[in-house]
């Protein structure tokens, strides 16, 4: 799933509710390992209630397996790696609180996670204040960038490049963008109109929903008279599915458009496989990669947690991610911030993401591999095309 919008606040558990909740007169909704004294400590912040506490899960299963492999093997400079699971509830204000109390009273080394957006802000202001270096594993970007905050989802242009002319030399140079309307849709088409100038494409309509739309027909009626050859959707969250459904309904989605976007994504094929199977999508990670690094990885998350469905790309992410910045910790031989952080922006890590990965100092994005994978029907995600780095060193305010 592409970085969604925060859920409305309305029902969102507020700091003292969800302490009050857990029980834990703290934030800790769970701790993994053994509490040994002197232990490298991660605060890990998900949102594990509200709309998106599928892709929460995920990433917090593939992050503490991450862990598990890494302790497994002698832990970092032969300490236990611990961390503290707590829920944001995808609101940023939680975020926020939680992540201040991690850092004075868990006293973390490290933070990692969230899937919002603008939780995924909110955590590194405060991550930035503390100067506690912070992971991200959700694909997308936006324009800012922080110094202590690390993303090894891939970027937009990471998946655009690739994508769309190979999209426009399949099915045709009109195109039209659907997303909804919160920063991040924006974000990305500002990306795909450039890059489908540059293929020679244009752009014939661009629309975009509030969250929570119930009836798409007025705009796939507008999008459908323009008669693109391709739609970019960065709708996300319940409407991608409520979009893509009717867009078929409507005729807008047929076979013979071509179709890229945040639908695509393994989160949404149990209710969009019939629309999406044969379709070719690009991401950073699948569960069909063929490595064997990887493959063990699938085979311990289903074993894990019974899971047959497509594994979220997130979950991978925060797997192989999480290794990455340990690897990172061991160099600095201290389990302080400012040196981990240091670390981090000079390592180069081998994984099934891709050899040689770092990332982009300009950017703070992880330089690394991208696939082109065809959808199979029963939900695998199959790799038809190895594309190899995909380089984005765009500058970001924060970082150039």
């Given at each position: 799933?592409?970085?969604?919008?925060?859920?409305?606040?309305?029902?969102?558990?507020?700091?003292?509710?969800?302490?009050?909740?857990?029980?834990?007169?703290?934030?800790?909704?769970?701790?993994?390992?053994?509490?040994?004294?002197g232990s490298l400590k991660i605060g890990v912040i998900v949102p594990l209630t509200g709309p998106v506490s599928a892709t929460g899960t995920a990433l917090r299963r593939g992050f503490e397996l991450g862990v598990k492999k890494v302790n497994d093997n002698g832990g970092v400079n032969g300490k236990k790696v611990e961390y503290v699971v707590v829920d944001d509830a995808g609101n940023p204000a939680t975020s926020t609180q939680l992540a201040r109390k991690l850092i004075q009273q868990d006293q973390v080394s490290m933070i990692f996670g969230t899937i919002t957006g603008d939780?995924?802000?909110?955590?590194?202001?405060?991550?930035?204040?503390?100067?506690?270096?912070?992971?991200?594993?959700?694909?997308?970007?936006?324009?800012?960038?922080?110094?202590?905050?690390?993303?090894?989802?891939?970027?937009?242009?990471?998946?655009?490049?690739?994508?769309?002319?190979?999209?426009?030399?399949?099915?045709?140079?009109?195109?039209?963008?659907?997303?909804?309307?919160?920063?991040?849709?924006?974000?990305y088409a500002g990306v795909a109109k450039e890059l489908v100038k540059q293929a020679g494409g244009s752009i014939l309509a661009e629309e975009y929903s509030p969250l929570g739309q119930a009836d798409w027909q007025p705009v796939i009626t507008r999008m459908k008279d323009a008669e693109p050859d391709v739609v970019l959707s960065m709708v996300v969250g319940a409407d991608a599915v409520t979009f893509s459904q009717q867009a078929k309904q409507f005729g807008l989605l047929t076979p013979e458009l071509g179709f890229e976007g945040a639908p695509l994504d393994t989160d949404y094929y149990p209710a969009l496989s019939a629309l999406v199977n044969g379709r070719t999508h690009t991401v950073r990670w699948t569960d069909g990669l063929d490595d064997a690094e990887s493959r063990k990885f699938v085979a311990d998350y289903r074993a894990a947690h019974d899971f047959k469905d497509p594994i979220p790309e997130v979950a991978g992410n925060a797997y192989f991610g999480v290794q990455f910045?340990?690897?990172?910790?061991?160099?600095?031989?201290?389990?302080?911030?400012?040196?981990?952080?240091?670390?981090?922006?000079?390592?180069?890590?081998?994984?099934?993401?891709?050899?040689?990965?770092?990332?982009?100092?300009?950017?703070?994005?992880?330089?690394?591999?991208?696939?082109?994978?065809?959808?199979?029907?029963?939900?695998a995600y199959e790799v038809s095309k190895k594309l190899g780095p995909i380089p984005d060193t765009t500058p970001k305010t924060g970082c150039a």
């Open positions: 799933m592409a970085q969604p919008p925060s859920p409305p606040r309305t029902g969102i558990l507020t700091v003292a509710t969800l302490l009050a909740l857990t029980g834990c007169g703290g934030s800790a909704i769970s701790g993994g390992q053994d509490g040994q004294s939780t995924a802000e909110a955590v590194a202001r405060v991550a930035d204040d503390a100067k506690v270096p912070f992971g991200t594993a959700i694909l997308g970007d936006t324009e800012r960038c922080y110094t202590y905050q690390w993303g090894f989802g891939e970027t937009t242009r990471q998946m655009l490049t690739p994508a769309v002319p190979e999209l426009l030399r399949k099915y045709g140079t009109k195109v039209a963008i659907v997303g909804s309307d919160y920063n991040y849709p924006h974000f910045l340990l690897d990172a910790a061991r160099k600095a031989a201290a389990f302080e911030g400012p040196a981990i952080n240091t670390e981090i922006g000079r390592l180069t890590f081998d994984s099934p993401l891709g050899k040689g990965t770092r990332f982009e100092s300009t950017n703070h994005r992880l330089q690394a591999d991208m696939l082109e994978v065809t959808i199979k029907p029963g939900g």
